[in-house]
C-alpha cells in the first residue's frame, strides 16, 4: 500500500492533524486516509460512517480519535493525498507530451478524473463550503499546473514569444477548472463529460484565452 511522503506532513497538519510520531502510529493514519479516498471516490462521503472506515482499516474507533479528531478532518487529509497524487500525473502530461498535442491529453485525463471520481469532487465541493482553506492543495495544484505549461510554451520554439502572456495563460487554467468543477457540482448543460465535444470545446476555449501564436 502507497503512504504519502514526509513533505505531506505539514499539509495534514495544517488540515487539523496532528503529527504522528511514531512509525507505526503513521502507517495507521495513512492506512485510514487511503481507505477513506478509495471509499470517496464511489460514494458520498456523508454517508461513511467512521465505524466502516475503521472496520476496513481493522482498527478501533479510539485509534481512528486517536489521530483524527472528526470525520472533517480526516477528509480534510483526504484532499490533500488526492490532491498528491493527481499533481505528478497532470505535470507529467504537460512536461513529456509533444507540444501540439499537450491540451488535448490534459484536457482528456481531466475529464476521466473528474467524470470517474465525481462522487469525490462533490463531496470536496462541500467540505470546502465549511472550510475553504481545505481546497488549498487543488488550487496549488492548478497553480503549479500553469507554471510547467508556461516552461513548456517559453522553450517552444514554434512559439511566437512576443505572443506570450502569462496572466491569460494562467486564466486559461482558471478557465479549465472553473468548467471542471461546475460540470461536477452543478451539471449546467448543454454538454457533460460523456459528450465526446466537452474537451473539444473546452479546449478551444483554453486556446483562444491563451492567444498564443505559432510561426508558419
Same mark, same amino acid.
Given at each position: 500500500?502507497?503512504?504519502?511522503? $514526509? $513533505?505531506?506532513?505539514?499539509?495534514?497538519?495544517?488540515?487539523? @492533524?496532528?503529527?504522528?510520531?511514531? &512509525? +507505526? &502510529?503513521?502507517l495507521l493514519r495513512d492506512t485510514l486516509i487511503r481507505i477513506s479516498l478509495d471509499i470517496a471516490r464511489r460514494r458520498s462521503f456523508d454517508d461513511v460512517g467512521i465505524v466502516e472506515i475503521c472496520g476496513q482499516a481493522g482498527c478501533s474507533t479510539g485509534a481512528f480519535y486517536a489521530r483524527f479528531p472528526d470525520k472533517l478532518t480526516l477528509f480534510k487529509a483526504v484532499m @490533500?493525498?488526492?490532491?498528491?497524487?493527481? +499533481? #505528478? !500525473?497532470?505535470?507529467? %502530461?504537460?512536461?513529456e507530451t509533444p507540444f501540439p498535442d499537450i491540451l488535448d491529453r490534459l484536457l482528456a485525463e481531466q475529464v476521466r478524473r473528474f467524470d470517474g471520481q465525481d462522487a469525490f469532487f462533490r463531496s470536496a465541493f462541500r467540505v470546502s463550503l465549511v472550510d475553504p482553506e481545505a481546497w488549498e492543495p487543488f488550487r496549488r495544484n492548478a497553480?503549479?499546473?500553469?507554471?510547467? /505549461?508556461?516552461?513548456? @510554451?517559453?522553450?517552444?520554439?514554434?512559439?511566437?514569444?512576443?505572443? %506570450? $502572456?502569462?496572466?491569460? %495563460? +494562467?486564466?486559461?487554467?482558471? @478557465?479549465? /477548472?472553473?468548467? !471542471?468543477?461546475?460540470?461536477? &457540482?452543478?451539471?449546467?448543460? #448543454? /454538454?457533460?463529460?460523456?459528450d465526446p465535444a466537452f474537451p473539444r470545446l473546452l479546449g478551444i476555449a483554453m486556446r483562444e484565452t491563451m492567444g498564443l501564436q505559432l510561426r508558419a
Open positions: 500500500m502507497n503512504t504519502p511522503s $514526509d $513533505d505531506l506532513d505539514e499539509d495534514f497538519e495544517r488540515a487539523g @492533524v496532528p503529527r504522528a510520531l511514531q &512509525s +507505526r &502510529s503513521r @490533500v493525498m488526492a490532491a498528491a497524487e493527481s +499533481r #505528478p !500525473l497532470l505535470e507529467t %502530461i504537460v512536461r497553480r503549479n499546473l500553469a507554471s510547467v /505549461y508556461l516552461e513548456r @510554451v517559453r522553450a517552444e520554439p514554434g512559439v511566437v514569444a512576443e505572443s %506570450i $502572456d502569462e496572466g491569460r %495563460i +494562467r486564466f486559461a487554467f482558471q @478557465v479549465m /477548472y472553473g468548467v !471542471l468543477n461546475n460540470t461536477v &457540482s452543478n451539471q449546467p448543460g #448543454p /454538454y457533460t463529460f460523456a
